[in-house]
């Protein structure tokens, strides 16, 4: 899910619609209503990464999603599926939750690839091309994805296979129609994760997607938010908003900090508030609507906070959006909890 855009491209994009869009959502601000609009659905990731925090997480707050995606099985070298370190030891206990906390157990599939315990390439296209061009190759791995899911006990799987060059689209599209089809025989879901520039849009099949909406800055860029309300409400030409399968919008929670020497590390929710608390500059962007604030030694960080989400949701409400996905669990505060809860009881329309 930590896609990352050609900053270019997208800084142009954000500069030319910036204006249109906060248009938009400014005439959509002054529309009386009754509370935010409430999503059709409340979904999250759990991570391997940070299995002991998202899991309790979980247990805490578990009950406030429909449905929750474990993160993630990777791919070999050869294009088989496997648990990611860690994500094998959460199986049984996330699986246990969503039966206590009723919410759906989901399975992500994301095409890093592991050569070794300490040599993974993140986001591998070039094993990607090799398993969808082939049609035998492509058969197997579908069946083989499908078998996984199906024997661990999951309801769905998230396909997020990302960096897949467009010129691959047609493999692409016969790759999720055998996938979709090997999972229905199982009785299983599959959603799409689409990343929110580049990839290879699905639109022959009967899979739901969710989009992507965050990295316009990060690891790849100088400092800048993470997305804003302009960025989502450009996302609706990446997915079919007026089919019935009501396409899910992807928010992440947390930020980055980027210090003077140029490195750059995420930051979970809590992590950003609690350095931003104790940082002598503080500011939010009008246009934005994000948060920043400049450390003592000269660190510039990025979060996220109740107002910059909600500005996110309502951006992503007016272009079409109907579903949210929180990326990610582990790290988070109350604050964000209260938050969800308040849209869960938000309102049907506006």
Known sequence: MNGETPLRRVVVIYRVLGLLAVLLLSAASCVPKQGVARPFELDAWAVYYDADRGLAELREHGAL????????????SDGTPTPAPNMEG??????????????EPWVTVVNDVRYGLDSVVA?????????????????????????????DGFHGLHL??????????????????????????????????????????????DA?????????????SGPGPRSTPTFVSQLGSRAD?????????????????WDPDGDVRPLDWSAGHQLAAHAPSQAR?????????RLGDGTEIWLEDVESLVSKWEA??????????????????????DMIRELRQGSDSR
């Open 65 to 76: 999603f429909d449905r929750v995606s474990l993160f993630a099985y990777e791919l070999d």
């Open 90 to 103: 959460m199986i049984v206990p996330f699986l246990r939750l969503a039966a206590e906390k009723r919410f």
């Open 123 to 151: 986001k591998d296209s070039a094993v990607i091309r090799g398993l969808i061009v082939d049609p035998v190759r492509r058969s197997a791995h579908a069946r083989d994805l499908a078998a996984r899911v199906s024997g």
């Open 160 to 205: 997020d296979y990302e960096r897949v060059p467009e010129s691959y689209t047609r493999h692409y599209h016969d790759f999720v129609r055998d996938l979709s089809e090997e999972l229905q025989q199982r009785g299983l879901g599959l959603e799409l994760v689409i990343e929110p520039v580049n990839g290879p849009l699905q639109v022959l099949s």
């Open 208 to 220: 739901r997607v969710t989009v992507m909406a965050y990295d316009l800055f990060g690891t790849h």
């Open 241 to 257: 908003l007026d089919s019935d399968s009501a396409a899910a919008v992807a928010i992440a929670v947390g930020g980055f900090a």
């Open 285 to 293: 962007s009008r246009v934005d609507q994000v948060p920043n604030a």
């Open 316 to 337: 992503a409400w007016t272009v079409g959006f109907r579903r949210l996905a929180i990326w990610r669990l582990g790290g988070n505060d109350s604050t964000l909890f």
